[in-house]
């Protein structure tokens, strides 16, 4: 009876979804499983009806996919998709973010310093790396409004589940630990329009680590239309091939970025 009353209170569907969830984007659940009804039915002691609808939510957000006659199965994940998600990203966040800085409280501050020092701590220990690194950033998201906030965490997991899939370790995380301290320090002295231009060198750093160490020969569209989008040059062939490190430049470059270079990207100026 106690089963029934949370079916009918919507505890068991979120538990449900909850636990799946994680599993899904962890990597635990591979691309393309099966989910089997009657194993996670006996598994989570619980009636079929939840678990549909658990695999309904799921797979409107993306993890699942059902096909007739063949059953539930964790979704496929796609170079493309990741990069549009970084390309929307990229969109959405360093204009908001320019505009939160100055609203940021001291206390707040305090939370990205210490997140930041959890990443240089755990730079040998992917999980947790990426646990600070998430942590440094959701200071911020917590201030976006509620539409935006749902977006890039939508987002976000469907990244984090390729680089739970794909990666065996943190790339590089000497650059995710100084392009971040870059974007806390634009952050500290009040400077909005260098804390925008460092997360979106952030954010295409990102992008082509994690897309082109799952395919070298991956060829952009989505990226390179948004990077046009803003203004953003970067070295590319015809085709969209990207390599690596790549030049990049903001066509009204001006001192707001500091020098950096990684191993994706050289940061330079604008041909005069």
């Not at 959405?92 to 939160?100: D, G, K, N, Q």
């Not at 020098?259 to 330079?268: D, W």
Request: aromatic letters at 6%.
């Amino acid at each position: 009876m106690a089963t029934s009353a949370k079916t009918r209170s919507g505890t068991t569907v979120d538990e449900l979804c909850t636990a799946l969830r994680e599993r899904i984007v962890s990597g635990e659940y591979f691309p393309g499983q099966r989910m089997s009804q009657e194993q996670l039915a006996a598994e989570f002691k619980v009636s079929r009806t939840p678990l549909r609808e658990a695999f309904k939510r799921l797979e409107a957000d993306g993890l699942l996919v059902a096909t007739a006659n063949r059953g539930v199965h964790v979704a496929p994940i796609s170079n493309s998709d990741t990069e549009q998600n970084y390309a929307l990203r990229i969109l959405i966040e360093p204009p908001i973010v320019a505009t939160l800085t100055e609203q940021l409280t001291d206390t707040e501050i305090e939370q990205m310093q210490t997140a930041l020092a959890d990443m240089r701590k755990y730079r040998g220990h992917r999980k947790n790396f990426q646990k600070a690194h998430k942590a440094f950033h959701d200071v911020i998201r917590a201030r976006y409004p509620k539409s935006f906030a749902d977006l890039t965490h939508n987002l976000y997991t469907m990244i984090h589940r390729h680089q739970s899939v794909y990666l065996s370790h943190q790339r590089t995380p000497e650059d995710f630990i100084d392009l971040d301290q870059d974007l806390i320090d634009a952050i500290v002295e009040g400077r909005p329009d260098s804390a925008r231009r460092i997360l979106e060198f952030h954010l295409i750093d990102a992008a082509l680590g994690l897309v082109l160490d799952a395919d070298p020969d991956h060829e952009f569209d989505s990226l390179l239309v948004t990077l046009r989008g803003r203004d953003i040059v970067i070295e590319h062939d015809e085709t969209g091939h990207i390599p690596r490190p790549a030049r990049i430049y903001w066509r009204q470059h001006d001192d707001v970025l500091p020098a950096r270079t990684t191993s994706n990207l050289i940061l330079t100026y604008a041909p005069k």
